[in-house]
Nanobody
Framework: QVQLVESGGGLVQPGGSLRLSCAAS????????MGWYRQAPGKQREAVAG???????NYADSVKGRFIISRDNAKDMVYLQMNSLKPEDTAVYYC?????????????WGQGTQVTVSS
């Protein structure tokens, strides 16, 4: 079974930076898209950033210009560099991956890592 494991969450001050990492149990070459979602208490899970296997990137409007998603296929890792963090960025961040074929599509999720932005 495919497993995704996030790390790098923690407490950071507003304006600070943090880098999240997602380790995949199989080669990241296997995925058509990888990305990050986040969910704050009482709110719906929202897409934050995505990266396809053709190097197309997509960001939520709320994080454009501040967050950068990247992928290291040699290390089977995907990253989310978060800069200029705001208190409203506080949430549990989840790694996401999608693998598609002509017959089916499969989604995979990590267990999440907490990011808290506070003074």
């Amino acid at each position: 079974q495919v497993q995704l494991v996030e790390s790098g969450g923690g407490l950071v001050q507003p304006g600070g930076s943090l880098r999240l990492s997602c380790a995949a149990s199989i080669s990241t070459f296997s995925f058509d898209v990888m990305g990050w979602y986040r969910q704050a208490p009482g709110k719906q899970r929202e897409a934050v950033a995505g990266l396809t296997n053709v190097n197309s990137r997509n960001y939520a409007d709320s994080v454009k210009g501040r967050f950068i998603i990247s992928r290291d296929n040699a290390k089977d890792m995907v990253y989310l560099q978060m800069n200029s963090l705001k208190p409203e960025d506080t949430a549990v961040y989840y790694c996401f991956a999608k693998k598609t074929s002509t017959s089916q599509s499969n989604d995979y999720w990590g267990q999440g890592t907490q990011v808290t932005v506070s003074s």
